[in-house]
């Protein structure tokens, strides 16, 4: 039975993947850990692999954990990679990401930055009050400490490698990573970044078709 090694998103945790149902397949969730004072993203995978007990491990993606996946298939000789609602190279960011990352913009966020919730659930693609509500349960779990070392690390990727078994599901509507700066092997149409939640369905059966 394949093995996906499921990764979420910035401060989201495995819920996100609960309305996957991909057939004969088993999804193991990895879990955030704290970063270390000024940790390299590479670092940080090398970490975060001990929880990985293949040699040949397939990887799930979403969003900042697709670039995570990208960082951790590195250190397999073999990985497979499924990224959804992502990103493969600092190319695909939109330019407002690329220029806080070099003017260090990230940086100056607060502490505990300001809730936005509205403009959060059209950033994100939210569709119903059960997204709305695992978003602001995500952002009031999420240690600060993680969540301002992540959006560095989103703001500033400069990964170019991919691996041979590489996929990239995107949503045509997605506001967060826009399609126009992706080139994605699957396209789903109408849908935005949550739509591995509101577009369930459509991504687990694409996602069992690359893997059995």
């Known amino acids: 039975m394949p093995q ?3 990764i979420s998103g910035l401060g989201a945790d495995e819920r996100i993947f609960s309305r996957l149902a991909i057939p004969g397949a088993e999804l193991i969730p990895l879990q955030w850990i704290q970063p270390q004072k ?5 670092d ?3 970490r975060m692999a001990g929880q990985v ?11 900042f954990g697709g670039m995570m996946a990208l960082e951790m298939a590195k250190l397999y000789s073999g990985a497979k990679v499924i990224i959804v609602s992502s990103v493969k190279s600092h190319k695909e960011l939109p330019g407002w990401m690329k220029l806080s990352g070099r003017l260090g913009l990230n940086k100056l966020l607060p502490r505990h930055p300001p809730r ?7 950033f994100l693609g939210t569709e119903t009050e059960e997204e709305r509500l695992l978003v602001r349960a995500f952002m009031k779990t ?6 301002r070392w992540a959006i560095g690390q989103v703001v500033n990727w400069r990964n170019e490698w ?14 967060t990573f826009p399609l126009k700066n992706i080139h994605a092997t699957h396209i789903i149409p109408g849908a935005g970044h949550f739509m591995i939640m509101n577009r369930a369905k459509e991504v687990s059966g694409i996602i069992g078709t690359l893997i059995n």
């Open 53 to 63: 007990h293949t040699d040949r491990p397939i990887f799930l993606g979403v969003s």
């Open 116 to 122: 936005l919730a509205r403009l959060e659930d059209d």
């Open 162 to 175: 991919r691996p041979s078994f590489l996929y990239h599901l995107h949503g045509s509507n997605d506001r």
């Open 38 to 42: 000024g940790e390299p993203i590479g």
């Open 44 to 46: 940080y995978a090398g």
């Open 142 to 147: 999420a240690d600060p400490v993680y969540l």
């Open 4 to 6: 996906l090694h499921c």
